[in-house]
């Protein structure tokens, strides 16, 4: 079984355990080092057996505990190297030995595991996002957060994905109607922003006729949106195409500050 669990998801922090078999990894590390290793042992797992942490960009909320569990277990972070030259200086110090470097768009094999970085769309150094799937395995888990816009290869690797972590950042209306400067509104509604309640509604459509059967709607903002909101737009636009949630797919929502459920995936 592939395991996942998200420590923390939103716009203050994000921080995902991904395992299979004797195979322990983080995407991401946007929380404090104390509430990354509680949530890992919450789970019933050992913060000292992680392989490494895969960071998806540079932003303080995906890489402010990194530094911190990297240097307290021993630890290997993995980035592109944009997004080590954009982060280096915000970790501390971190050992070379512990500083890998991938490139985009490749398969990686790590113990029992193989990870995917993909490239996608934010305002970032070199985001990416993640395939993961067991060695030999042909069942997926992905996370795709921080993605102002669905492109052609965030559809390729998203698809047949048997568990999505899809962002589901904002409602518009609240956005605009919200304290965030002109500017910021414009940065976060454009194609390097991140992606809107109705924007991933629509993309669970696709991504259920393309071999997904769970959603996690992620990275909610804690201004200008909230779960059940969240929730129902995805919900209403799959009812819309004729599609029931909890029968033709499930969904669920990560929260900020909780441990999600763990949810596993055959391999």
Known sequence: MIKYCSVGSGSCGNCHFVGYKDTNILIDAGLSGKRITDGIKDIGEKPENLKGIFITHEHSDHIKGAGIVSRKFNIPIFANLETWRAMKDKLGKIESSNMVVFENDKNYSIGDMIIRPFSIEHDAANPVGYN??????????????????????????????????????????????????????????????????????????????????RILLAHLSKENNFPELAYETSKGILTQNNFIVGQDIKLDVLLRNDISDVYKVNP
């Open 132 to 213: 993961l799937c067991a060695k030999g395995g042909s069942e997926k888990v992905s996370i795709a957060t921080d993605i102002g816009l669905v492109t052609d290869n965030v559809r390729k690797n998203l698809y047949k994905s048997k568990l999505v972590i899809l962002e589901s950042n904002y409602d518009k209306n609240m956005l605009l109607a919200g304290s965030y400067s002109y500017a910021l509104k414009r940065r976060v509604m454009s194609e390097v922003g991140h992606l809107s309640n109705d924007e991933a509604g629509k993309f669970c459509v696709e991504l259920l006729k393309n071999g997904t059967e």
